[in-house]
Nanobody, 118 residues
Framework: QVQLIESGGGLVQAGDSLRLSCAASGGTFSSYRMGWFRQAPGKERKFVASINRSSEFTYYTDSVKGRFAISRDNAKNTVYLQMNSLKPEDTAVYYC???????????WGQGTQVTVSS
């Protein structure tokens, strides 16, 4: 069983940056593909970014390409989401997730709130 704990959220102004962290425990972190998702108020949770086990491949939803960067440190069992040039529409609860096989994410964190004011 993997436990995921996000941190780094907060209230920022448009144009600011934040770095989210997600610390994993209870499993072999390097064996999981990791992802970030977000859920805005009244909306469904949506994919933001993912990174494979060796950091070779990263994927982003179109709306964050060029502004967000996902990375991981397998030695620290942590995945990061660097968010630059934040916009009010980035306001959401951000979740990290771990996938052991295929496309399904098996484990989820509790989320961290990101609020971007205009």
């Amino acid at each position: 069983q993997v436990q995921l704990i996000e941190s780094g959220g907060g209230l920022v102004q448009a144009g600011d940056s934040l770095r989210l962290s997600c610390a994993a425990s209870g499993g072999t972190f390097s064996s999981y593909r990791m992802g970030w998702f977000r859920q805005a108020p009244g909306k469904e949770r949506k994919f933001v970014a993912s990174i494979n086990r060796s950091s070779e491949f990263t994927y982003y939803t179109d709306s964050v390409k060029g502004r967000f960067a996902i990375s991981r440190d397998n030695a620290k069992n942590t995945v990061y989401l660097q968010m630059n040039s934040l916009k009010p529409e980035d306001t959401a609860v951000y979740y990290c997730a771990a996938a052991s096989f295929g496309v399904t994410y098996d484990y989820w964190g509790q989320g961290t709130q990101v609020t971007v004011s205009s």
